[in-house]
């Protein structure tokens, strides 16, 4: 039987559970961090960032596994649990960022896997930073489409 699939708005009950799939996917695409950046990233994602946006998810048999973020059309975050990479959600989810769908996106420098997912899907590097939002030494891609 296939698995029961459907894309909804978060809610503040799924907080924690999107928190847990931010924090397998990218401790699994950015290898380039320091394992305490993730330790010290989690509080801020679950109680300040993700519900700063609007969020869609994907929930596959009741649990919550991709979703994105984004406000007017930028995308602030996507991802995607690691056993659920090269099925399409986040193109799917792609489409849920508002009207006219995702726009723009900025992604660690480092993280080649995402840039290629955004390349790949009709997005073109415009600008460079060398920090992340939090002053930071990871540089950063800024895409736009």
Request: aromatic share 8%.
């Amino acid at each position: 039987m296939e698995p029961a699939v459907c894309i909804r708005t978060a809610h503040e009950a799924d907080l924690d559970e999107l928190t847990d799939v931010w924090e397998r996917a990218a401790r699994s695409s950015h290898d380039f961090m320091d394992a305490g950046d993730f330790d010290a990233l989690r509080p801020f994602i679950r109680d300040s960032y993700l519900p700063s946006m609007h969020v869609r998810l994907v929930d596959v048999d009741g649990a919550a596994v991709a979703f994105v973020g984004s406000a007017d059309g930028h995308v602030e975050l996507l991802y995607v649990d690691p056993p659920f990479h090269g099925r399409g959600l986040g193109t799917r989810l792609l489409a849920e960022v508002g009207p006219g769908g995702a726009r723009s996106v900025e992604v660690y420098a480092d993280n080649t896997t995402g840039v290629g997912f955004y390349r790949s899907r009709g997005f073109t590097e415009t600008r460079r930073r060398e920090t992340d939002a939090a002053g930071r030494p990871y540089p950063m891609v800024v895409l736009t489409r």
